[in-house]
């Protein structure tokens, strides 16, 4: 037999483990816990007590050298006072280089390289000028001074200078001062106790190093705040910001644990000891190599033992769970043996053998009751007796049989109702179907009549506008008309007022001519008079007064021809003025006519998308007309087909046994 799995069945098969598989995992996943929590109680205990142990170790050493340094210090003082009681060698009355003599004979007796004496002003015996020199102006001040190591003033050697307070020696203030070697202070310093890569350092107020493990940093006067020993910067920081303390610090990839102290009867210097940590770490990681390979034998064990333990467990569980996958598989008549030890182990293979029997007989009951009402016997009822959940599968089984038996009843008496009704649905369908038929074509042809009727309303619309058109382009023309009367007017008058100008012009020629007559008589007289002389005066005056009255006459003659064009222009005056009222009213007429025509063009246009809508229903109607009579030949075809499945249905029913 073959299974099939689904997909999320695979997924689940694919991510179950087994319970021995989960016992055995729980139980190694509590032992490393417990391991591991040990080996991080123990391991922190050790970084603990390895990293308290150095601190103490660096720290005492620390302490050490601060005592070590105050008793050299102290040691030193007392040679400076020594040669602050001797008078001899600040007596001025004995020769200098004498004094320097007995000086010389003092250092050689002491620890001191040499002795000598400055004056208040900084001035030395040496012809050396100290004002500039910070253990000078510290002396000055009344008190003892040490200085880093420094180059001499006197020979340009490295060493380390010594002044004792100023005092006053026959009114005049001296300063006895001198020099040690400059690795006086080193040589005291051992690392041999300390890991290897460790160090000691000791630096002044300003951080250049007094003394060291390592010399050369003393003569190379090196100074740990210099932008030349950057890497050291942060180191000085702390330890010249505070009195004493321990400070880690990583340095070249190695890492360092420093104890740091004040040294007492100094300028703040500070002595440091150096511890390398990262030797401590190594010592630190071969104890937890050890523990781990110890921890790793215990974990072993531990795993042989829960093997053995879990296969006494697992083995029952397994063969229970083989049947369980077998049983999920459709698979009750393959027989389970229970074969578990006397414990839970053999209650869950014996609730193993009873779910199996029990799977058996009700799947067999339902098999034999299902196969009866395939064969079409609806008389059939389970007789078994279900327990618990399975209770409600029997009742459930014989309420369908019940159920089918008494629908399949109905369905009988009920089919004989369905063939008529098919029959009557089938007769009305097809009525409906003429109907629509006949319906249909008549809407066509009142489709086909609207369609004539859009047309001409489409014709009038189009002449209504053209007619609008010529109306609008009439209206124009009489307004041009209109404004040509008004000029034609305004030249009329125009020709009046230039008449009635000409008019005073010949009146003046008039009066012109009177006077020339009355100026020609009056020389004719004096003509006259004079009787010989004036003959030729008299013929001139008689030409002037033949020449005044032809001016007369021509200015009457022309007074009459203006009065006749005054007279003609008031009757063209007239007439123009009339024709401008009726060219007026003639344009009022056609802008009334020109808005009715274009209240016909509208109406026409509105006539056109009315009868245009009503086209378009009509086309909506016929579709549905059409639809619906294919409608109606579908229902008559469905009717005649349901009544052929009412016969076939009834005949189908007619084989299950219901009495």
């Given at each position: 037999?073959?299974?099939?799995?689904?997909?999320?069945?695979?997924?689940?098969?694919?991510?179950?483990?087994?319970?021995?598989?989960?016992?055995?995992?729980?139980?190694?996943?509590?032992?490393?816990?417990?391991?591991?929590?040990?080996?991080?109680?123990?391991?922190?205990?050790?970084?603990?007590?390895?990293?308290?142990?150095?601190?103490?170790?660096?720290?005492?050493?620390?302490?050490?050298?601060?005592?070590?340094?105050?008793?050299?210090?102290?040691?030193?003082?007392?040679?400076?006072?020594?040669?602050?009681?001797?008078?001899?060698?600040?007596?001025?009355?004995?020769?200098?280089?004498?004094?320097?003599?007995?000086?010389?004979?003092?250092?050689?007796?002491?620890?001191?390289?040499?002795?000598?004496?400055?004056?208040?002003?900084?001035?030395?015996?040496?012809?050396?000028?100290?004002?500039?020199?910070?253990?000078?102006?510290?002396?000055?001040?009344?008190?003892?001074?040490?200085?880093?190591?420094?180059?001499?003033?006197?020979?340009?050697?490295?060493?380390?200078?010594?002044?004792?307070?100023?005092?006053?020696?026959?009114?005049?203030?001296?300063?006895?001062?001198?020099?040690?070697?400059?690795?006086?202070?080193?040589?005291?310093?051992?690392?041999?106790?300390?890991?290897?890569?460790?160090?000691?350092?000791?630096?002044?107020?300003?951080?250049?190093?007094?003394?060291?493990?390592?010399?050369?940093?003393?003569?190379?006067?090196?100074?740990?705040?210099?932008?030349?020993?950057?890497?050291?910067?942060?180191?000085?920081?702390?330890?010249?910001?505070?009195?004493?303390?321990?400070?880690?610090?990583?340095?070249?990839?190695?890492?360092?644990?420093?104890?740091?102290?004040?040294?007492?009867?100094?300028?703040?210097?500070?002595?440091?000891?150096?511890?390398?940590?990262?030797?401590?770490?190594?010592?630190?990681?071969?104890?937890?190599?050890?523990?781990?390979?110890?921890?790793?034998?215990?974990?072993?064990?531990?795993?042989?033992?829960?093997?053995?333990?879990?296969?006494?467990?697992?083995?029952?569980?397994?063969?229970?769970?083989?049947?369980?996958?077998?049983?999920?598989?459709?698979?009750?008549?393959?027989?389970?043996?229970?074969?578990?030890?006397?414990?839970?182990?053999?209650?869950?293979?014996?609730?193993?053998?009873?779910?199996?029997?029990?799977?058996?007989?009700?799947i067999n009951d339902i098999r034999d009751v299902l196969s009866a009402l395939a064969a079409g016997d609806?008389?059939?009822?389970?007789?078994?007796?279900?327990?618990?959940?399975?209770?409600?599968?029997?009742?459930?089984?014989?309420?369908?049989?019940?159920?089918?038996?008494?629908?399949?009843?109905?369905?009988?008496?009920?089919?004989?109702?369905?063939?008529?009704?098919?029959?009557?649905?089938?007769?009305?369908?097809?009525?409906?179907?003429?109907?629509?038929?006949?319906?249909?074509?008549?809407?066509?042809?009142?489709?086909?009549?609207v369609s004539k009727i859009n047309e001409q309303a489409d014709n009038t619309a189009k002449v209504s506008?053209?007619?609008?058109?010529?109306?609008?382009?009439?209206?124009?023309?009489?307004?041009?008309?209109?404004?040509?009367?008004?000029?034609?007017?305004?030249?009329?008058?125009?020709?009046?007022?230039?008449?009635?100008?000409?008019?005073?012009?010949?009146?003046?020629?008039?009066?012109?001519?009177?006077?020339?007559?009355?100026?020609?008589?009056?020389?004719?007289?004096?003509?006259?008079?004079?009787?010989?002389?004036?003959?030729?005066?008299?013929?001139?005056?008689?030409?002037?007064?033949?020449?005044?009255?032809?001016?007369?006459?021509?200015?009457?003659?022309?007074?009459?021809?203006?009065?006749?064009?005054?007279?003609?222009?008031?009757?063209?005056?007239?007439?123009?003025?009339?024709?401008?009222?009726?060219?007026?009213?003639?344009?009022?007429?056609?802008?009334?006519?020109?808005?009715?025509?274009?209240?016909?063009?509208?109406?026409?246009?509105?006539?056109?998308?009315?009868?245009?809508?009503?086209?378009?229903?009509?086309?909506?109607?016929?579709?549905?007309?059409?639809?619906?009579?294919?409608?109606?030949?579908?229902?008559?075809?469905?009717?005649?087909?349901?009544?052929?499945?009412?016969?076939?249905?009834?005949?189908?029913?007619?084989?299950?046994?219901?009495?």
């Open positions: 037999m073959y299974i099939i799995f689904t997909q999320r069945e695979m997924f689940i098969l694919a991510k179950q483990t087994s319970i021995k598989a989960r016992i055995l995992r729980m139980c190694i996943i509590s032992v490393v816990v417990v391991v591991t929590v040990l080996l991080t109680a123990i391991v922190t205990m050790i970084y603990r007590a390895y990293d308290a142990s150095y601190q103490d170790q660096a720290n005492s050493l620390a302490a050490a050298y601060c005592q070590m340094f105050r008793n050299n210090i102290e040691n030193l003082q007392l040679n400076i006072k020594s040669v602050q009681a001797r008078t001899d060698v600040l007596d001025e009355t004995i020769p200098l280089k004498e004094r320097k003599a007995k000086l010389a004979d003092l250092a050689s007796t002491s620890i001191m390289k040499d002795f000598s004496v400055a004056y208040g002003d900084g001035t030395t015996y040496n012809n050396t000028d100290l004002t500039q020199r910070e253990y000078f102006q510290t002396a000055m001040k009344g008190s003892y001074a040490i200085s880093a190591p420094v180059v001499r003033l006197t020979d340009n050697s490295i060493t380390t200078m010594l002044a004792g307070p100023v005092y006053t020696y026959n009114g005049k203030q001296y300063v006895i001062y001198g020099s040690i070697d400059t690795l006086y202070f080193s040589n005291g310093l051992d690392t041999s106790s300390m890991t290897e890569g460790s160090n000691i350092i000791v630096m002044d107020k300003h951080g250049q190093i007094v003394a060291a493990s390592d010399t050369n940093l003393v003569m190379a006067l090196a100074n740990y705040t210099s932008e030349e020993n950057k890497k050291y910067n942060s180191l000085a920081a702390e330890i010249l910001s505070k009195d004493e303390g321990i400070y880690k610090y990583k340095l070249d990839g190695v890492e360092y644990i420093s104890a740091y102290k004040t040294v007492p009867d100094t300028d703040g210097w500070k002595i440091a000891v150096n511890e390398n940590y990262s030797g401590v770490k190594k010592s630190i990681l071969v104890d937890i190599l050890v523990i781990l390979g110890i921890s790793l034998v215990v974990v072993a064990i531990g795993v042989v033992i829960v093997l053995k333990v879990s296969n006494k467990i697992v083995k029952p569980v397994i063969k229970n769970t083989k049947r369980l996958r077998l049983l999920s598989e459709g698979d009750v008549t393959t027989p389970f043996v229970n074969d578990s030890p006397r414990d839970e182990t053999y209650i869950l293979s014996e609730s193993m053998v009873n779910t199996v029997e029990t799977l058996k007989t009700y609806l008389t059939v009822t389970s007789t078994l007796e279900y327990k618990g959940d399975f209770i409600e599968i029997g009742k459930s089984l014989n309420q369908i049989c019940s159920a089918l038996k008494s629908e399949m009843s109905e369905i009988k008496n009920g089919i004989s109702s369905m063939k008529e009704g098919a029959k009557q649905v089938a007769a009305g369908s097809q009525a409906l179907s003429q109907t629509a038929i006949e319906e249909a074509q008549a809407v066509s042809d009142i489709s086909e009549t506008e053209k007619v609008s058109e010529l109306t609008l382009k009439t209206n124009e023309n009489a307004k041009s008309g209109g404004e040509l009367m008004a000029e034609l007017l305004a030249a009329v008058q125009n020709i009046r007022e230039k008449s009635n100008a000409i008019g005073n012009i010949i009146k003046t020629i008039s009066d012109i001519a009177f006077q020339t007559n009355i100026l020609s008589l009056n020389a004719s007289i004096e003509a006259a008079r004079a009787g010989e002389a004036g003959k030729g005066f008299s013929v001139v005056a008689s030409e002037v007064s033949a020449l005044a009255a032809k001016s007369q006459l021509a200015v009457e003659n022309t007074e009459a021809l203006i009065n006749d064009s005054l007279s003609a222009v008031n009757n063209g005056t007239d007439i123009a003025n009339r024709a401008s009222a009726e060219m007026t009213s003639i344009v009022e007429d056609i802008s009334r006519v020109a808005e009715e025509i274009a209240r016909i063009n509208a109406a026409a246009i509105e006539q056109k998308d009315s009868i245009t809508l009503i086209n378009e229903n009509m086309s909506k109607i016929e579709s549905v007309m059409q639809s619906t009579t294919a409608t109606a030949e579908e229902s008559a075809a469905s009717g005649e087909q349901l009544s052929s499945m009412s016969e076939n249905l009834a005949s189908t029913v007619e084989k299950y046994v219901t009495e």
